[in-house]
């Protein structure tokens, strides 16, 4: 009895703490999203962020910071999840409560990457703000290290992103903020100088680019296992990680801009066309030499056919096709989708790198050796990857059934998640009481982190953003309040 009256109090103690299972969650209503949003933006902005800037992961302490690897106390990273993705999650809470709190904290993220710009125009993958590091690169503002680098790179979307958000930055505040468009439009600039003639980007430039040759992808007649292997890769035609994709979509995004940048999207379809590999292989590699033959760049990325970068460039000509209206960048696709769904591999899935003209999928042992067996593959990066055919078949096929209208600029309306009541009310649940939404770590290793200890709980901007954006989301699905005063609030600076 006495046991039972023991396991009776404790029943009724954990009741009346956490309510009853069947007790259904409060009631999702725009008060309590909004709260949720100012309370997690605050603690956000006012804990986390480092100058206006923000890195990948952070201990629940926040003594621990990493982006793709250790962050410094000085480093913000521009990569997304970085600084820019989390700018885009306020400007979202911004147009979905105009509250002004939201447009200052965007303000402080745009300053954080002016702070960072290089004198080349772009970005790196991250900025430390402590000129006297050897990681502090050549800023415009003069404030960096003058020993610096001064290496802009699309690489993984970073200059791409930090444009992106100050482009619609900028315009929210109808280009009348003179640092901001200022430097929006040099970066725009330095973009443009940094094409080919022949349309292809480079992964990283450091100031305008020279070279006149302009020839049509072949198979190369040296040994490309061993031989004319370039050490500045980053220097050659890149499609690698979405590059031309990611760019595609800031060239769009850029036409509130000028004409030219309707110019230079034009130029990357035909590099595209010209870098589409002939027969028995018409598709893409990841990079290129000048001599427009796939060339190699890291030790674990082989001069060879990759069916991810087939995908973004078959991606790319379809969004540039139908922005333009102009059909030929369509022609170079039936071929390329054949080729792809011939070569999946037995589980559906595509190698990263098939090799040239065997077209047998090629991959890395741990100790970077060429192999075609997938026994002993590195663990940091995907050699195999989920194919996307069919939804490019499909894709294509609506495309073409539509005779090309030409469609809303991609970065006009900005791409939100749908967000239901039942995953509303899942985020608001999961608000802690400072403002955080804390992810405790599953024993999963994150891609170029440190191992976190099993169980140990941390911050992630990643989903920062996507419950920031969700909720935002949500308030905008729901019936617009009439609001004081008849008016929404303009945007102002603080």
Request: charged share 25%; hydrophobic share 35%.
């Amino acid at each position: 009895m006495k046991n039972f009256l023991c396991g009776l109090s404790l029943l009724l103690f954990f009741l009346v703490q956490t309510g009853s299972a069947a007790d259904p969650p409060p009631p999702v209503t725009r008060e309590a999203v909004a709260a949720a949003l100012k309370k997690a933006a605050s603690y956000y902005r006012e804990r986390v962020a480092l100058r206006g800037g923000y890195v990948y992961y952070y201990s629940a302490d926040l003594q621990q910071r990493w982006g793709e690897g250790v962050a410094s106390a000085t480093q913000i990273w521009v990569q997304p999840p970085g600084t820019p993705t989390v700018g885009e999650a306020y400007l979202n809470a911004y147009e979905a409560t105009q509250d002004p709190y939201f447009l200052d904290a965007a303000d402080d993220t745009a300053e954080a990457l002016l702070g960072g710009q290089l004198q080349s125009g772009g970005w790196p993958n991250k900025i430390d703000f402590d000129p006297a590091s050897k990681e502090c690169g050549l800023f415009r503002s003069g404030l960096g290290n003058p020993k610096g680098k001064n290496n802009s790179t699309l690489d993984d979307n970073a200059t791409q992103a930090a444009l992106s958000f100050l482009m619609r930055y900028d315009t929210l505040h109808k280009f009348e903020q003179k640092q901001v468009h200022e430097a929006t439009s040099f970066a725009l600039k330095s973009l443009l100088e940094a094409q080919y003639p022949n349309g292809g980007f480079p992964q990283v430039w450091s100031g305008p680019v020279d070279r006149k040759i302009t020839l049509r992808a072949n198979y190369p007649d040296y040994d490309w296992r061993t031989e004319n292997r370039i050490k500045e890769y980053w220097n050659l035609y890149t499609l690698n990680d979405g590059l031309c994709g990611d760019v595609a979509r800031i060239l769009i995004q850029a036409e509130a801009y000028g004409g030219q940048f309707r110019e230079s999207l034009l130029k990357l379809g035909d590099f595209l066309i010209l870098a589409q590999m002939p027969e028995p292989q018409p598709a893409w590699a990841q990079q290129y030499n000048f001599e427009m033959q796939p060339a190699w760049a890291r030790k674990f990325e082989p001069a060879a056919i990759s069916g991810r970068e087939s995908e973004d460039a078959i991606e790319t000509l379809m969004t540039i096709a139908v922005h333009t209206g102009n059909e030929k960048y369509l022609k170079p696709i039936p071929a390329a989708l054949a080729y792809l769904k011939k070569s999946e591999l037995s589980d559906g899935r595509l190698a990263r790198f098939y090799e040239l003209k065997t077209n047998q999928p090629l991959y890395m042992t741990r100790n970077y050796d060429l192999t075609y067996e997938d026994n002993d593959l590195p663990t940091h990066y995907g050699f195999k990857t989920k194919s996307g055919v069919a939804r490019l078949e499909k894709k294509y096929d609506v495309i073409k059934a539509g005779k090309l209208s030409t469609v809303a600029v991609p970065g006009a309306a900005r791409k939100m998640p749908n967000a239901n009541a039942a995953e509303v009310a899942k985020i608001l649940a999961t608000l802690d009481d400072q403002g955080r939404w804390l992810t405790t770590d599953n024993g999963e290793n994150l891609a170029g982190q440190p191992k976190f200890k099993a169980g140990q709980q941390y911050l992630a901007s990643e989903v920062f953003c996507r419950n920031l954006n969700k909720l935002s989301q949500w308030l905008i699905q729901q019936p617009a309040q009439q609001e004081k005063g008849g008016e929404r609030q303009k945007p102002v600076k603080k």
